[in-house]
């Protein structure tokens, strides 16, 4: 799984002209799932996501995480994460999980973070033509791979 965090002081995401979900201060997740992926990804993934200490604290430093500030998550699928491009200028997404098993991952990660989020959890539609909208907060963006979680955290 692959996901690009962005710490945002507000964000939307609309389908077909209609916002179906949107936060004030927190993160945006963009989530690729790949084939290879399992539930011990997701885990891995929703517990880094949701305990990455990006908020500033009193002191300024970046110390504190979204369950610290209460801040709300905007999780929106995007299987072009998953793109290669390392040959030729089209990308190639064969690493992408299929669709059925992408929303599966996709929802279980939802359901994750609902549990410790409450009612600070909003999502975009699952296969939909979205847009997102979003104030980056900082700029802060951090790009999370589950490949790195067997590699000692540095």
Known sequence: MKAVVQRVSQANVSVGGQIVGSIGHGLVVLL???EKDTIVEADWLVKKILDCRIFSDEAQKMNLSVLDIHGGVLVV??????ANVRKGNRP???EAATPEKAQELYNYCLNKMKDELYNNLQSGVFGAMMEVSLTNDGPVTIVFDTDIKNKKDE
């Open 32 to 34: 690729g799932v790949a």
């Open 77 to 82: 699928s995007q299987f072009t994460l998953l």
């Open 92 to 94: 190639s997404f064969v």
